[in-house]
């Protein structure tokens, strides 16, 4: 195989995710040179010359292996629900960026009496597709609305009866006079692989992906 077919592109999104993978890829041997809080490049050198890391919006993670313009790439379970997976092989759990995707409401907004008298709810969310499966599964009518950023906001000024969202101390919740009503799953980044480089760049992965799951057991 040529040098070039070795060379290996990591996606990662800046902010935790980035933050996260720091001590994974150094299990791996693998040092970033620069720094994408500080740095305007999106393209980021390694010690290891055969191995770049380009940064992403986290939502565009799966994209870029999907299409195999990163080799492979670290993801929220919300992300890759939402993307649906296509193409990808999902090899680890890192246990990462861990949160919980979870129901809200305004405080003082009765949620389980409304589901049990079985009204229709108005939820605003940035995850769709998983909001949809959730009270699909619970037999709770829902009108899904869409949002791409401050869901918090929706309860507060008549959008939304209900948000869906990512928790993790709470305190986002608590600031807007939100309380978690229920628990849809637990969340953590996952390694995702393009499945063409994972037979084509076998033997330069497999080393990074070992290297990944020793470390990220430590995080269980
Ligand atoms: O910020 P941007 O719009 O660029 O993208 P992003 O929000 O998708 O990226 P980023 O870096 O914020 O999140 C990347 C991944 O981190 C997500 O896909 C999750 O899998 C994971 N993660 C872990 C979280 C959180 N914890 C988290 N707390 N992602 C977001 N949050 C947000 C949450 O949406 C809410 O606004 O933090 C707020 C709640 O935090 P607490 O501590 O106040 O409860
Ligand atoms: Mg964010």
Excluded: W
Excluded at 169 to 185: C, D, K, P, Q, Y
């Amino acid at each position: 195989m040529t040098q070039h077919s070795q060379q290996l592109t990591l996606a990662l999104s800046k902010g935790r995710i980035f933050e996260e993978t720091l001590p994974l890829l150094e299990a791996a041997g693998i040092k970033v040179s620069e720094n994408p809080e500080t740095s305007r490049k999106l393209i980021l050198p390694t010690n290891d010359p055969n191995v770049q890391v380009i940064i992403v919006r986290a939502s565009d993670v799966p994209t870029y292996v999907q299409y195999g313009a990163a080799d492979f790439g670290v993801a929220g379970k919300d992300v890759l629900l939402e993307h649906g997976g296509e193409g990808l092989y999902q090899p680890i759990d890192l246990n990462i960026a861990k949160c919980r995707m979870s129901v809200a409401v305004r405080a003082g907004f009765d949620y389980d009496t409304a589901v049990r008298q079985g009204a229709r709810l108005r939820v605003v969310t940035k995850y769709v597709q998983t909001a949809r499966e959730h009270f699909a599964a619970k037999g709770v009518h829902v009108d899904l609305i869409k949002l791409y950023g401050s869901m918090e906001l929706g309860p507060l000024v008549g959008l939304a009866d209900a948000i869906v969202d990512l928790v993790s101390t709470g305190s986002t919740l608590r600031a807007n006079n939100l309380v978690e009503v229920e628990e849809i799953m637990q969340i953590s980044s996952r390694l995702v692989v393009n499945q063409a480089a994972l037979k084509l760049k076998r033997e330069r992965l497999q080393p990074i992906l070992e290297a990944f799951e020793a470390a990220s057991k430590r995080n269980a």
